[in-house]
């Protein structure tokens, strides 16, 4: 008899033990959630309040457990009265309702709740709501468009112009928390200013956020501001009705055509200030009216722009409308340049052989600690965009044999640019201050490479890794004196 108690009382503490594990456990994944959840008993009492809705609510489940609702949260509280009072009484779960109330420190929540009733012993013994915050949904709503459109892409019979996705760009923890950055921007509507010189994929990131927003099923409209004369960039971007000018025929332009997706403005620093005016008359009114038309169509395309210059400087110097400016700088995403994260160079020379791997149908499967030292004290002008051009340039010429991309593989005007940069370096004599320093050094590099070129700036803003308008803004600048210069244009 005394080893069958024994016996039983064993049994009945495993079974406790395993009561309170699963208790555990079930606790825990309640916590987990991305659902606010909580439950008061027959009394109104609040027994259970997990950690997101601590989060929504700014409030400390210690301070509201085993409390009845209205003596925690501030007046007028109504939920208590209007739906758990009702579900005690009836029984009867409300899906899926909308309701609003203000939080303890006076803002508006809006929400959408589902409310049941939890029956012991076939008594209404306890409610427990589990509600989603509104501006929240726009949230998970942008992940969920993004997860699909990525595992969706190969289907889509109408592309929209947009590739990448923002875990298509490579880097290491600056890149990452830029990338981070801009997921959580993406789900906002606001306008999107992104800094960054010429190379540093300031468009892979528009794309990126235009495919991780409410706009991802729309198209995607880039631009390039500084590629357009001013007559014709006009026209694109606005449109035209037939007879406006001579030639002009109904045409909607790139912001209607943008619709619900997005427009990217890039080089937004090109613009004239006539134009810029006009554009920021857009973005007040969030209409546009064809050339030539006096009808106002509403848009609602989201506007990312970028500029390869320092903002607040191309604002000094009056490139950019001050207005315009803060208009389109509602959020800004700065983008540095390679030289400033020579950690990410083996990542992205690895990324882009295993790209050119992939196009040539070759098996590199490392680069040479030689190739990444000479690398890394390069000063990288273009950018990521140059450094996938040296890698494109060194694949075609490794023999299918090869394994791991080496100096000699990369192009002789390649190599010549490496070494060229390596021995001015080396033959600098630094005095003065900081920007002086970099003024003569920029100065007397341009000068270079415009004399290597015979002037010719096409060949030389190439070399550099920037636009013609960029270099012909530098030469003034800087003072570059070009008289001296053989020219080729």
Not at 152 to 165: I, R
Not at 406 to 419: A, D, N, S
């Amino acid at each position: 008899m005394k080893k069958e108690t024994i016996r039983i009382i064993d049994e009945l503490k495993q079974k406790n033990e395993e009561f309170q594990k699963e208790n555990e456990m079930l606790k825990a994944i309640i916590d987990s959630i991305h659902e606010s959840v909580y439950a008061v008993n027959e009394k109104d009492e609040v027994i259970l309040y997990n950690s997101e809705s601590e989060k929504m609510e700014g409030l400390n489940r210690q301070d509201l457990l085993g409390k009845k609702e209205d003596e925690v949260f501030a007046p007028p509280y109504y939920f208590s009265d209007e739906i758990i009072k009702k579900i005690l009484r009836t029984g009867k779960p409300l899906i899926e309702q909308p309701y609003w109330y203000y939080l303890n420190d006076g803002r508006k929540t809006n929400m959408i709740y589902s409310a049941f009733p939890f029956y012991y012993k076939g008594q209404v013994a306890a409610v427990y709501v589990i509600f989603r915050n509104m501006s929240q949904m726009s949230d998970f709503i942008a992940i969920t468009l993004e997860m699909q459109k990525k595992f969706s892409q190969q289907e889509n019979s109408q592309p929209t112009g947009a590739t990448f996705l923002l875990e298509d760009i490579k880097g290491n923890d600056t890149i990452k928390r830029i990338t981070g950055e801009a997921r959580k921007i993406a789900r906002r509507n606001s306008p999107v200013l992104i800094v960054g010189e010429t190379g540093t994929g300031k468009e892979l990131f528009a794309q990126g956020i235009h495919n991780a927003s409410l706009h991802s099923k729309g198209p995607f409209i880039p631009i390039n501001c500084a590629a357009i004369p001013e007559t014709l960039l006009e026209s694109l971007l606005f449109g035209t009705v037939k007879g406006a000018f001579t030639g002009a025929t109904e045409s909607p332009g790139l912001f209607e055509q943008a619709g619900d997706g997005t427009i990217f403005l890039d080089e937004i620093n090109s613009m004239s200030l006539p134009l810029q005016a006009k554009l920021l008359r857009i973005l007040q009114g969030r209409t546009v009216r064809r050339l030539g038309s006096n009808v106002e169509i509403p848009l609602n395309c989201r506007i990312i722009s970028a500029t390869n210059m320092d903002p607040i400087e191309t604002v000094e110097k009056k490139i950019i409308r001050s207005d315009l400016f803060f208009r389109l700088a509602t959020v800004t995403l700065y983008i540095p340049p390679l030289r400033e994260r020579k950690e990410d160079i083996r990542l992205l020379a690895l990324h882009f052989i295993k790209k050119y791997n992939n196009e040539f149908g070759l098996f590199v499967k490392n680069i040479s600690e030689e190739l990444i030292e000479h690398f890394e004290h390069y000063h990288w002008p273009g950018n990521a965009r140059e450094l996938e051009n040296f890698i494109e340039g060194a694949m075609n010429f490794v023999h299918s044999e090869d394994r791991i991309l080496k100096l000699h593989h990369l192009p002789e005007y390649f190599r010549e640019r490496i070494f060229q940069v390596k021995n001015f370096q080396k033959s600098l004599n630094f005095k003065g201050t900081l920007q002086s320093v970099l003024q003569e050094t920029e100065k007397a590099f341009i000068e270079s490479i415009l004399t290597k070129n015979n002037g010719n700036i096409t060949r030389a803003s190439y070399e550099l890794g920037i636009s013609r308008q960029n270099l012909h803004h530098k030469l003034k600048s800087l003072s570059i004196e070009t008289n001296t210069i053989k020219k080729d244009y």
